[in-house]
């Protein structure tokens, strides 16, 4: 079956030196294929999916208890490690400080 409503993990980072500082800007992590920006065409890969993306939909059905690879993808994404950057559309963060 399929929900009314989709819930979404949403992985961001932010260079401010105070992530609790109101100004601080966060910026997010875009996937291949997870959805996001209305405006960017649907990936279509049909029968294949990205595994990652599609982990990320069942994640949010979840706690983070339940999916603790979700905290090792952070902290991969924190220490900018190329292989799991290289699984996700954007990095926020190239050419830059890590978050």
């Given at each position: 079956s399929i929900t009314k409503e989709r819930t979404e993990v949403v992985l961001q980072g932010t260079s401010s030196v105070d992530p609790n500082d109101p100004a601080a800007v966060w910026e997010e992590y875009d996937f291949k294929c997870k959805p996001g920006d209305l405006k960017r065409r649907?990936?279509?890969i049909t029968p294949y999916h990205?595994?990652?993306d599609w982990l990320m939909w069942f994640a949010a059905f979840q706690t983070y208890?339940?999916?603790e690879w979700i905290i090792h993808l952070a902290g991969k994404l924190l220490a900018q490690e190329e292989e799991t950057l290289s699984l996700m559309a954007t990095n926020p963060f190239a050419g830059r400080?890590?978050?």
């Open positions: 649907p990936c279509f990205y595994r990652l208890e339940q999916n400080a890590p978050p």
